[in-house]
């Protein structure tokens, strides 16, 4: 049995001294010989049938390789799950920011000044901006056809794709129990309705590509994603080539938080660097990222629940409407999970959830951290909040009766292994001192999210333990910043028993390295972690038996501890000394490869956060004094890293709270820099208190769970809700801006 | 174009550049220098902040030509060989960056403080450092990189 060495050691980031020193390569650094640059012109307006394109004064501008348009290239759509992005709008556009036309040129000055001398002529068609009204009879329709997609994967849910509902791309039902029962059971019905804007990511890199093609046609690509095997298929797919004519090179991404899971512009520069002949880079900078990246989905609800005359819920009704924007293939399924939490962390015996995405004339939409869930969340528990009111119950009573306890069956059914909602409220409810007194215009809020690990996708890892005992291990997988390159490093330090920077985490590009998923979805530390932990149980057995021959034992009788592998009797080897002895006889390296198949896992992971704010009423303004965040956890690998997804993730909660609003008028994104879409700086953050509850075992090696999209997502209903509590004004949509709860305070007046 | 002479990480440079070369664009790709990285492209978010005898600007807002005769430092110029500055040091110690993006930036903003101000309170460094934006860390932990370095808390 290994020593404990690294194991919940809070040591620093592996991949720290490239960072800090400013080498780390990410997609924008990378530079080719005779590279050349593409900008894309990008349709002004929202809903439009584009008659005629004149190119021939951008290609006269010396300096200009290459000017396409769409009906250049080859019909090819991309997506991760539907394929509906052209690579240049053909027909028609669809949103205020859709790429028209392409330029190659030297540099991007004359790239830019080549798009300036470009003429369209635009046919306006009638648009659709709003999810509910691209639903309603008579609507524009933005789409004639279905969209090629795979076989939606079999599960609990009813889908629907293309349903018989204008512009609704999928309709998804997920049920449990019997409502019409539940609610036949309730002594009070309430219903609400609630709406989230969209916010974007927010990562500091905006997207970025580079594409070079061999004289032998192999295509090598660079690309903010984190996915790079998906990517290389669905970039195979785009230029119809086998995968392995692909090369997805290694690099470091700047910010994902879902957002960097797509191609983006990385198939159209394939086509630009063969139609110019050269290697093209593409920058997309931080108007285009706002405009016409792919933020997070607006989501539409209504909310109508049965409660019992003892306060306890019998039945839900959710719908969630998600507006996709123009095109709906920037996720990787075929609906936005999220809605399926419509349940929340309590009992609710009959549950029917009805989830709709819906195509309109914005830019679209993607994944960002829970897809889906910050929004479902903040309705679910502000309704939680408002029918606690309307009982005439404490907010944290009503959840205690209803929250998610030992034995208890989740909404949708599961049956989780433990169930830590109860004693996770309880620990944020004690640091928060809720129910104790409070200053004037002084309130809480709680709330709260739980979501299983994520354990889709194969992983693997190679590792590797050279002459002099130096160990190596090589994943596919790009690091985002999540440090799980410090947390694959720990666990092969730890199998292995050897100090940390004795390891070496190498990113190798899809050639180098076996296919990997990718992280995503709180999954790395059980998927990557578990492909890791494989691969040191082959090289460790496979040391043991060298170390056996070299002590003249069977490796079953030796140990391995504090670098030493040893006999019951007392004789001993370095692992130093015993891969010098082995090179001696031609048996160095040592290696093994490890995979990870997803298998389900049988535990959730809480998260219950307290807000505490103070309300100034002469302006409504929304101070928020502090943020309880208390978590249930397994064994924690490392609690530097740990803390710091926590802290990041609740920052950009209260950031969605607070704050930020990708605000969309006329089908137009007006707030396109960033200095008009604010994000939380350094003095826009509350006192932080984290409680982690040691609750049990998750699935991760050493029996670790998950913590990427814990505590970003109930942060902004804690907020609201404590705004309530302060001042009587209850928000039902975000974000909670100071106009809002102004407004709020002089209804409440004039209603006195 | 104009000729201009700086001294980059005490490096004497001579190039010729176009009189609307951004300095940011000439490091990164007149000298090779991509370690200040570009985010917002309007002064906003800090990601390419250098120092132009020794104050922070925004090299993306910043003329190559006004660098003319001037003394830059960049993140790649803040090490001395293997021996990182303290400051590096702090932020990898203490979890001051998670993807990286904006590091350099925060760095050579926080060299910027320490420089003026050696021994800052909490609130004077999340002042200065309300210019750099990070999403990653949510900025507890830059803040107290930034206290260890200036209390002399860590080794390099």
């Known amino acids: ?752 | 174009m104009k000729k201009i002479t700086p001294r980059v990480n005490g490096q004497a440079q001579s190039r010729e550049v176009p009189d609307n070369r951004l300095l940011i664009d000439f490091l990164r790709y007149d000298l090779g220098l991509t370690g200040t990285k570009e985010g917002c492209s309007v002064g906003v978010c800090g990601a390419c902040t250098v120092l132009l005898n020794g104050q922070p600007v925004s090299s993306c807002l910043t003329l190559a030509v006004t660098a003319d005769g001037a003394e830059i430092t960049t993140i790649e110029g803040l090490a001395r060989g293997d021996k990182l500055d303290p400051l590096q040091q702090a932020f990898i110690d203490y979890g001051g960056f998670q993807c990286g993006i904006c590091t350099p930036g925060q760095i050579m903003a926080a060299k910027a403080l320490l420089n003026s101000n050696p021994h800052p309170s909490k609130e004077e460094i999340q002042d200065w450092m309300m210019g750099n934006l990070c999403r990653c860390t949510g900025y507890y932990k830059i803040i107290e990189s930034i206290q260890a370095a200036a209390e002399g808390k860590v080794r390099v």
């Open chain 1, 1 to 752: 049995m290994a020593s404990l060495v690294s194991i919940g050691q809070a040591v620093g980031h592996v991949e720290g001294p490239a960072k800090v020193t400013g080498h780390t390569l990410y997609s924008a650094d990378v530079i080719l010989p005779g590279m050349a640059w593409a900008k894309c012109l990008r349709s002004s307006f929202p809903h439009a049938r584009i008659k005629s394109i004149n190119t021939a004064a951008a290609r006269a501008l010396p300096g200009v390789h290459a000017v396409v348009t769409g009906t250049d290239l080859p019909d090819v759509r991309v997506g991760r799950f539907y394929l509906d992005i052209p690579l240049l709008a053909r027909d028609k556009v669809r949103f205020v920011g859709e790429k028209v036309a392409a330029v190659v040129a030297d540099t991007p000055e004359i790239a830019e000044a080549a798009l300036r001398l470009i003429e369209v002529e635009y046919e306006e068609l009638p648009a659709v901006f709003d999810a509910l009204e691209a639903t309603k009879p008579g609507a524009p329709i933005l789409h004639d056809s279905t969209p090629a997609h795979p076989k939606p994967p079999a599960g609990h849910e009813e889908v629907h794709i293309s349903p018989p509902i204008p512009n609704v791309l999928s309709q998804v039902f997920y049920r449990h129990g019997d409502i019409k029962a539940g609610f036949a059971q309730a002594a009070r019905i309430f219903e609400h309705t609630f709406y989230v804007p969209p916010v974007h990511q927010g990562y500091i890199e905006p997207h970025a590509c580079a594409v070079g093609i061999r004289p032998d046609g192999k295509i090598d690509v660079w690309l903010s994603n984190k996915m790079p095997f998906v990517a290389r298929h669905q970039l195979a797919v785009a230029f119809d080539v086998p995968d392995e004519r692909v090369r997805v090179n290694a690099v470091s991404i700047g910010g994902d938080f879902g957002g960097k899971g797509s191609l983006m512009d990385t198939a159209l520069c394939y086509y630009l660097a063969s139609h110019s002949r050269r290697p093209v880079k593409m920058v997309m900078n931080y108007t285009e990222e706002l405009m016409a990246g792919n933020p997070r989905h607006t989501g539409h609800f209504i909310f109508r629940t049965g409660v019992d005359a003892q306060g306890r819920i019998t039945a839900r009704y959710a719908r969630a409407l998600f507006n996709c924007g123009a095109y709906g293939s920037f996720i990787p399924a075929h609906t936005l999970h999220g809605a399926h939490h419509a349940g929340g962390s309590y009992r609710i015996p009959n549950i029917e959830i009805e989830s709709l995405r819906v195509y309109t004339n914005t830019v679209p939409r993607g994944h960002m951290r829970s897809p889906g869930a910050p929004q479902t969340i903040f309705a679910v528990e502000t309704h939680m909040d408002m029918m606690a009111v309307e009982l005439g119950m404490d907010p944290m009573d009503f959840r205690r009766l209803n929250v998610l306890d030992e034995g208890d069956v989740a909404p949708l059914g599961e049956r989780w292994r433990h169930v830590a909602g109860k004693e996770t409220l309880e620990a944020a409810a004690k640091a928060a001192g809720w129910g104790t007194p409070k200053g004037k215009h002084v309130g809480r809020g709680v709330a709260m999210y739980d979501r299983p690990p994520g354990a889709n996708g194969q992983s693997t890892a190679s590792v590797a333990v050279d002459a002099k005992g130096a160990v190596t291990l090589l994943t596919g997988a790009p690091d985002t910043g999540t440090g799980s390159y410090t947390v694959l490093g720990q666990l092969v330090a730890e199998e292995l028993s050897v100090p940390l920077s004795q390891v070496t985490v190498l990113h190798g590009s899809t050639d180098e390295a076996s296919w990997e998923q990718g992280p995503g979805g709180s999954r790395f530390t059980n998927t990557g972690g578990r492909a890791a932990y494989d691969a040191c149980q082959k090289v460790r057995q496979a040391l043991l038996e060298l170390a056996g021959e070299n002590l003249g034992c069977a490796a079953g009788q030796l140990s391995l501890k504090a670098g030493q592998f040893s006999t019951a009797a007392g004789k001993s080897i370095s692992l130093a000394s015993l891969m010098e002895w082995a090179a001696a006889k031609g048996k160095a390296p040592v290696s093994g490869a490890g995979v990870y198949n997803p298998s389900p896992v049988d535990v959730t992971v809480f998260a219950a956060q307290i807000a505490e704010v103070e309300v100034d009423v002469e302006t409504g303004q929304v101070t928020l004094r502090k943020l309880v965040t208390a978590h249930d956890v397994g064994t924690i690998i490392n609690p530097l890293t740990h803390q710091g997804q926590i802290e990041g993730g609740a920052v950009q909660g209260i950031g969605q709270a607070l704050i930020e609003h990708l605000v969309v008028r006329d089908g137009q994104v007006t707030n396109v820099h960033l200095g008009d879409y604010k994000l939380p700086t350094a003095m826009d953050i509350p006192q932080l208190q984290t409680v982690l509850v040691p609750t049990g075992s998750g699935p991760a090696p050493h029996q670790g769970k998950a913590i990427g999209e814990h505590s970003n997502v109930s942060t902004p209903a804690a907020i609201a809700n404590a705004v309530y509590d302060a001042v009587g004004v209850r928000l039902m949509d975000l974000p909670i801006t100071a106009e809002k709860v102004y407004a709020g305070l002089r209804a409440k007046e004039s209603n006195r």
